[in-house]
């Protein structure tokens, strides 16, 4: 007997239901799965708990844990999802039950292979990240207006980097553009100051989860 889709097995950190704290979804619930294992190594991540554990369920398995909590909108993160092959598979499977679905991504692999229904949220990492060397720029090719590419900043050289990539690579003529503020290293407001000196064509992101909740995981 043949194995389907929802047999493919995944490495999985947590499944809970929140509000979303980025991306132009910012405030919906949503209920978030977050896989584990990530390649890179950001100097200032905050889910550095997924990079390691987790537990093996099927895709199958998600889909229930996730339909048990009643929520029409669902987003795949990690670590970095896309490092798990079986990803694709579940991605392709919320979509298919009816899921309004999001995918959070580092950037640093191919997004190519993801459902087209999927709004794929696409870090860019800027220099003070100390990943630079890992971003996919072949990506951008593949982007829609219903994607989002996210930079996450943690000074002014990271910032003035950001927005020469903004005008070289003509980010805004793709999909709506994120710039966030690394907490505790750069001020929220001095970055909203930037980005309105310099009329730049993004969205200030503020993740709305560290306002409500501070650094405790988003339940």
């Not at 499944?15 to 100097?43: A, D, K, Y």
């Not at 219903?146 to 990539?165: F, G, H, N």
């Not at 907490?183 to 992101?205: C, E, M, N, T, Y």
């Amino acid at each position: 007997m043949n194995s389907g889709p929802g047999d493919a097995l995944l490495r999985v950190t947590e499944i809970f239901h929140s509000l979303q704290g980025e991306s132009t979804r910012v405030g919906l619930p949503t209920v978030f799965v977050r896989l584990t294992g990530c390649p890179l190594r950001c100097v200032w991540c905050d889910t550095s708990y997924a990079f390691t554990g987790g537990h093996a369920m099927s895709v199958g398995e998600v889909l229930a844990q996730v339909a048990s909590l009643g929520c029409p909108t669902v987003c795949v993160t990690g670590g970095e999802p896309l490092a798990q092959k079986a990803c694709l598979a579940l991605l392709t499977a919320l979509c298919d039950t009816g899921y309004s679905v999001s995918l959070e991504t580092s950037g640093a692999l191919d997004v190519g292979g993801v459902d087209a229904r999927v709004s794929r949220i696409v870090d860019i990492k800027a220099p003070d990240s100390c990943e630079l060397e890992k971003n996919r720029w072949e990506n951008l090719a593949l982007l829609t207006s219903r994607d989002e590419i996210k930079l996450v900043l943690a000074s002014e050289p990271d910032y003035e980097w950001a927005k020469q990539q903004l005008r070289e690579r003509r980010l805004d003529s793709l999909c709506t553009v994120l710039f966030s503020p690394v907490q505790g290293q750069l001020d929220p407001a001095q970055l909203a100051a930037w980005i309105l000196r310099d009329k730049l064509p993004v969205r200030f992101q503020l993740q709305l989860h560290k306002v409500l909740w501070g650094n405790e995981r988003a339940r």
